[in-house]
């Protein structure tokens, strides 16, 4: 079965500065798409990125997808303390979508 | 902007009750999710619903976990005799048919003690 796996696990930043996780996963997909919780929350979308897709962008957001390596990237710029949060990528196979662990991500004033 | 709500958003229950977590998905939206993460782990898929039937469940989704849609806008997990390892944020996503973007809820935060 296929699997979302991010790393970092934890990522801690200053303000101002850019974060950048991966996430690496096992079969095809049709797409993967990044997602953000806050701390006991909800799940918020992101940005979603077709297997034909090679990079997107959407505001300080820029994600990459390489399926030859089964990997993709979630770029933050000039993170803020209200980026703190942990970020999941999910792989989409046509059917049912698998999440990663995450990456906690603690941007620091 | 539409969204899928979810409750109760905390329920609390003794080991071996029976429990309801409830869900609204978008009002046009054919596909149906309930998904779990237990504190400080990953999301993980227990079941889809379309057309008023199970498409797909995981090995976690056994016979004390069952889905229904008893009207047209509800759709509802049910946990017969609740574990302490059921303890966990139960999320419900929808998403209307014609695009991969599935919509998740807000999630509902379950305590079995």
């Known amino acids: 079965s296929q699997q979302g796996e991010e790393d970092p696990q934890a990522l801690s930043i200053q303000e101002g500065e850019n974060a950048t996780m991966n996430c690496s996963y096992k079969?095809?997909?049709?797409?993967l798409q990044w997602y953000r919780q806050n701390s006991g929350r909800g799940l918020v979308h992101l940005i979603l990125i077709r297997s034909n897709e090679r990079e997107k962008h959407s505001g300080r957001l820029r994600v990459t997808l390489d399926t030859s390596k089964k990997s993709s990237s979630l770029l933050i710029t000039a993170s803020r303390a209200a980026d703190t949060a942990s970020y999941f990528c999910?792989?989409?196979?046509?059917?049912?979508?698998?999440f990663g662990p995450g990456t906690r991500l603690s941007v620091l004033p | 902007e539409p969204e899928v709500t979810q409750t109760p958003s905390h329920q609390v229950t003794q080991m071996g009750q029976e429990v309801i977590l409830r869900c609204v998905p978008i009002?046009?939206?054919?596909?149906f999710y309930w998904y779990r993460q237990i504190l400080g782990q990953k999301v993980e898929f227990l079941v889809s619903?379309?057309?008023?039937?199970?498409?797909?469940k995981s090995e976690i989704f056994d016979d004390q976990f069952s889905v229904e849609r008893p009207d047209g806008s509800n759709f509802t997990l049910k946990i017969r005799s609740t574990k302490l390892e059921d303890s966990a944020m139960y999320f419900c996503a929808s998403k209307p048919g014609s695009t991969d973007t599935q919509y998740f809820g807000p999630g509902t935060r379950l305590t079995v003690l």
């Open positions: 619903f379309y057309n008023n039937e199970i498409s797909e």
């Open positions: 009002s046009n939206h054919l596909y």
């Open positions: 079969t095809s997909i049709n797409n």
């Open positions: 999910a792989t989409y196979d046509g059917q049912n979508f698998v």
